[in-house]
């Protein structure tokens, strides 16, 4: 990456102008599932019931969600975000459903289950209308730290290596820490439409390849899982 340009396998791409024509010149969709139906227990034990994606970040109007919806869309055109919230939450549910993408309202036990409803909605719905749908990345809601260049280096590394590795996964990494968001090709979804419980795609990326992509992107690792989390994070700018 330089001077606001990726470039993957000698494709040159212009992110800050023309950042969806490689996807749109190989006719392949890659989407993301904003992840928002977490229960935000350890938050909301120590604020008094207040749910994590609800509360401002410091020194802006936004909240977690908002913000970290924003920055996804510096990468992704909105019809290409999906916003995975939990029926039991409603006030969450009526905040993504502002926000002007497409939402997936799902009843879960944990992430894995959560992650197995979207991705049916995906491939079994119409939810993404006539996409030609070939890979998934998986965000939590609460990571609104990523860089808009990791977001597209990624989305791009992923697109670029379909054809060789078919069946495979992706994430980034940062001084040797495993981030998010991880990404998944056509291959592997109906894998993760049978996960249950609360383990995530842990068992998905077990058993299958698994390319690492290293950044330097902090942000890739921090997300907000109390208020002493949300104290010590600085002003935030998309």
Same mark, same amino acid.
């Given at each position: !990456? ?6 993957? %396998?000698?494709?040159?791409? =212009? ?5 969806? !024509?490689?996807? %749109?010149?190989?006719?392949?969709? &890659? ?7 977490? $229960? ?28 970290? !919806? ?5 990468? !992704? ?17 009526? #905040? ?10 799902? $009843?879960? *036990? ?13 491939? $079994? ?8 749908? %070939?890979?998934?990345?998986? #965000? ?29 996964? &992706?994430?980034?990494?940062?001084? *040797? %820490? ?46 907000? =899982? ?13």
């Amino acid at each position: !990456y330089r001077g606001g340009k990726l470039s993957i %396998q000698g494709v040159l791409i =212009d992110h800050r102008f023309h950042h969806y !024509y490689f996807f %749109q010149r190989i006719n392949v969709t &890659i989407a993301i599932l904003i992840m928002a139906a977490g $229960e935000s227990s350890r938050f909301k034990a120590a604020s008094s019931g207040h749910h994590k994606l609800l509360s401002n970040l410091p020194g802006s109007s936004l909240t977690i969600l908002e913000a970290t !919806y924003r920055k996804v869309l510096t990468a !992704y055109p909105p019809d290409e975000i999906l916003l995975v919230t939990n029926k039991s939450d409603i006030g969450v549910a009526k #905040l993504a459903a502002e926000l002007g993408s497409p939402t997936i309202s799902i $009843e879960t *036990d944990g992430l894995g289950t959560s992650i197995a409803s979207a991705v049916k909605a995906c491939t $079994e719905g119409n939810i993404l209308k006539s996409k030609k749908l %070939q890979g998934l990345f998986i #965000l939590p809601a609460d990571m609104p730290f990523i860089a808009s260049e990791t977001l597209m280096l990624l989305k791009t590394t992923l697109t670029a290596m379909l054809k060789e590795s078919p069946a495979m996964a &992706i994430r980034p990494i940062f001084e *040797d %820490q495993a981030g998010h968001p991880v990404g998944f090709s056509l291959p592997l979804f109906n894998d993760l439409s049978t996960l249950l419980g609360d383990d995530g795609a842990k068992s998905v990326l077990k058993n299958h390849p698994l390319k690492l992509v290293s950044t330097v992107d902090r942000g890739t690792l921090w997300d907000i =899982d109390t208020p002493e989390d949300l104290a010590k994070i600085p002003s935030f700018t998309i």
